[in-house]
């Protein structure tokens, strides 16, 4: 059955960085775009970031751009995100998605927290 698993996320000061790690399985990786969400209590979830599936066309939110980059590797079916220069409005947990493969499917997420 389909797995994602998101890993990396921690605690680090504004201006610090990251970098976000989902493993995928149970489908095709390689045919199909990714993105990464984010979600704070109380708030809907916020799309951050998405991929082709070759790793062609990244597009971000106006909020990360200059700040996130998203990419792939298909031979380890994983999907990054790096975080850099991370303010505080960043704290959030941190979600990858299948949208044409499982839209419906998340997996645990990865808390990000930046706080000094």
């Known amino acids: 059955q389909v797995q994602l698993v998101e890993s990396g996320g921690g605690l680090v000061q504004p201006g610090g960085s990251l970098r976000l790690s989902c493993a995928a399985s149970g489908f095709t990786f390689r045919n199909y775009a990714m993105r990464w969400y984010r979600q704070t209590p109380g708030k809907e979830r916020e799309l951050v970031a998405h991929i082709g599936s070759g790793g062609s066309i990244p597009q971000y939110a106006d909020s990360v751009k200059g700040r996130f980059t998203i990419s792939r590797n298909n031979t380890k079916n994983t999907v990054y995100l790096q975080m850099n220069r991370l303010k505080l409005d960043d704290t959030a947990v941190y979600y990858c998605?299948?949208?044409?493969?499982?839209?419906?499917?998340w997996g645990q997420g990865t808390q990000v927290t930046v706080s000094s």
């Open positions: 998605n299948a949208p044409y493969a499982y839209p419906d499917y």
